[in-house]
């Protein structure tokens, strides 16, 4: 495919461009010479994005168009290209990522962007238009959840994806795809293994043992960043291939390693020297009743030393790690998934089948290379 004539490639459209997962995408694209033309959609700038530098050729200002893509009124900008042809393949990386938001922000900044979204790339005949959303939207259960399983979003954010899903669904001549997407890491991750990273660090620096609530079984699944860019692409291509389909197709993307809390407890330990453990079912019993106050105080006990680590580091940029902990993310929940179909469907395989210590020890060592790392 990467050998093809420009005007046999696709043009592609990302939504969401500058985001984590946005980002990847389009260095994918981009190094592997897949897209004739890609746009990247963002509200925020380039320059703002604490962007790495392998990031500069794929996100240049030339391909970048700042925006707010839940409105309509920014559609011909975002979407008309000088050809007069329209873009093969729409990936919606946008909407709301940080948790502990009210609903409306969820409802207006998610929801209404993939409505919106979706209603135009129907219109104007879009061949895949790809949404991304969260594994997060299955009842939680340890044993993996198939892409069937039943429904019962556990964050405020899983509850206005799995309602964008369902809406997008019955948008007629929607060429649709959807991914359910486990914990992504990788380069510069910020959220949920940097803050497992910036919490070791901090007890690292008190020469305390980190705890974790609940057990070590507690799923917690993930999947490479880089795995997630591949499957976007190869999602695009297997539905615009056979398309437009009966069924609108939902796959689950998670590595092959069943992550779980005793994963990130066991690497901790390996690479900062730390003790680690769980807190039991006692303390895990009181939390569960009073998760608010207890998450408080673990808040109240790291800020403050990650300041510290900071300063004595001479990091005097904001970065985006912080050991704070999101009250949502601390249920005890599983984010079990079974990713099986789409490796069939899509012949696809993940060149990072599982969470190792060296994959851990490359995400560091990207946080030293941003100067993030105290």
Not at 127 to 138: A, I, L, P
Not at 156 to 177: G, H, R, S, T, Y
Not at 195 to 215: C, F, H, I, P
Not at 354 to 370: A, C, D, H, P, Q
Request: overall charge negative; glycine content about 6%; aromatic content about 10%.
């Amino acid at each position: 495919m990467s050998g093809a004539e420009g005007s046999e490639r696709p043009a592609v459209l990302i939504v969401g461009g500058l985001g984590y997962v946005g980002r990847f995408l389009a260095l994918y694209i981009h190094e592997n010479k897949l897209a004739s033309e890609i746009r990247l959609v963002d509200k925020q700038l380039p320059e703002l994005a604490m962007l790495a530098p392998e990031f500069s050729e794929a996100c240049a200002r030339d391909k970048f168009i700042q925006a707010d893509a839940s409105n309509p009124q920014n559609y011909s900008r975002i979407f008309n290209r000088p050809s007069g042809k329209e873009f093969d393949y729409l990936f919606n990386c946008g909407g709301e990522t940080r948790y502990s938001q009210e609903d409306e922000v969820y409802k207006v900044r998610s929801y209404g962007l993939s409505m919106a979204l979706g209603q135009e790339a129907a219109r104007r005949h879009i061949k895949c238009f790809v949404e991304v959303s969260t594994g997060m939207v299955y009842k939680p259960d340890p044993s993996p959840r198939k892409e069937s399983a039943k429904t019962k979003p556990w964050l405020k954010l899983a509850k206005w994806k799995l309602q964008a899903e369902e809406d997008l669904a019955k948008i007629a001549d929607l060429n649709l795809v959807v991914l359910r997407i486990a914990h992504v890491y990788g380069p510069y991750t910020s959220k949920f293994l940097g803050t497992a990273l910036s919490l070791a660090r901090v007890y690292q620096s008190l020469g305390r043992e980190l705890k974790w609530l609940w057990d070590k079984d507690l799923r917690t699944n993930t999947v490479h960043v880089d795995d997630v860019s591949r499957a976007l692409w190869r999602a695009a291509e297997v539905y615009a291939a056979k398309g437009p389909w009966k069924e609108k197709p939902t796959w689950n993307i998670v590595d092959k390693g069943n992550t779980c809390q005793g994963t990130l407890a066991t690497l901790t330990h390996e690479i900062f020297d730390i003790p680690t453990g769980f807190h039991g079912t006692l303390i895990s019993s009181f939390a569960r009743l009073n998760l608010d106050s207890v998450v408080d105080d673990v808040n109240d006990e790291t800020l403050d030393p990650w300041a510290d680590l900071q300063t004595q580091a001479g990091i005097t940029t904001n970065t985006p790690l912080t050991p704070f902990m999101e009250k949502e993310l601390l249920k005890d929940t599983d984010l079990s998934m079974d990713g099986s179909a789409f490796e069939k469907e899509a012949s696809f395989e993940y060149k990072h089948p599982r969470l190792t210590k060296e994959e851990v020890e490359g995400v560091i060592e990207s946080y030293k290379r941003m100067g993030w790392w105290p």
